[in-house]
């Protein structure tokens, strides 16, 4: 992502007349009759009923497996530096396996344009969570578009794992997640503590952790 020098910002500030850094902006409030709003929901209707396997995208993503043999010690560097990050932020702790229903976790790896090796680690949630509400992000982007507004995005490292998790749901339950292979032998080149941890089911390594930030 381009990071904007504040002379570029400025020239930008200076030939819209928009200064984005001031909280008093008042945008233009548009009034929509109701031929218009028949026509947005419309398109919403039409984007959430988009089947997936029709949508397209530049960038491939690859699961673990794949990505190591796509992109070999690259991409073994950029999972362990996605797992580093998470460990680093204490995202989660070993726990013993004693018949413990857990989350699958998932890592999936990219080739960006500038040709560095992404990873991005996150847990399953489908078993929690059977669908997920999109119609929020389409609706604005919708108006965003009909109004003619600038917007802008910005990059966060790890940004679901700046948020808490309480290590206990209303009900005492806790969000346990299991990894898998070839990251249960990263977690361990970080700490060898996960070692005495880490079972074998199905002649493959498997490491329970209780997850303490959201994932």
Not at 28 to 51: C, F, G, H, T, W
Not at 128 to 141: D, K, L, N, S, Y
Request: proline letters at 2%; a positive charge; aromatic letters at 8%.
């Amino acid at each position: 992502m381009k990071i904007a020098k504040e002379s570029e910002v400025q020239t930008y500030r200076e030939s819209t007349g928009r200064n984005y850094s001031q909280k008093n902006i008042q945008f233009p409030r548009i009034l929509y009759n109701d031929s218009e709003v028949r026509v947005v929901a419309q398109m919403m209707l039409k984007l959430r009923d988009i089947p997936y396997g029709i949508s397209r995208q530049h960038i491939v993503t690859y699961s673990l497996m794949k990505g190591l043999l796509m992109f070999g010690i690259e991409g073994r560097a950029s999972a362990k530096g996605e797992m580093q990050q998470l460990y680093d932020r204490q995202c989660f702790k070993p726990v013993s396996y004693n018949s413990l229903r857990a989350l699958e976790s998932l890592i999936f790896l990219t080739k960006k344009k500038d040709g560095r090796i992404k990873s991005r680690y996150c847990a399953n949630g489908n078993p929690q969570q059977q669908w997920m509400e999109t119609e929020a992000i389409m609706i604005t982007g919708v108006i965003e578009a009909l109004e003619g507004r600038d917007v802008a995005t910005c990059g966060i490292p790890n940004t679901f794992v700046q948020t808490e998790l309480n290590e206990h749901d209303l009900n005492g339950h806790r969000t346990i997640m299991k990894i898998r292979g070839r990251l249960v032998d990263i977690l361990i080149e970080m700490d060898s503590e996960y070692e005495k941890f880490v079972v074998t089911r199905d002649n493959a390594a498997v490491l329970y952790v209780h997850v303490l930030l959201a994932l």
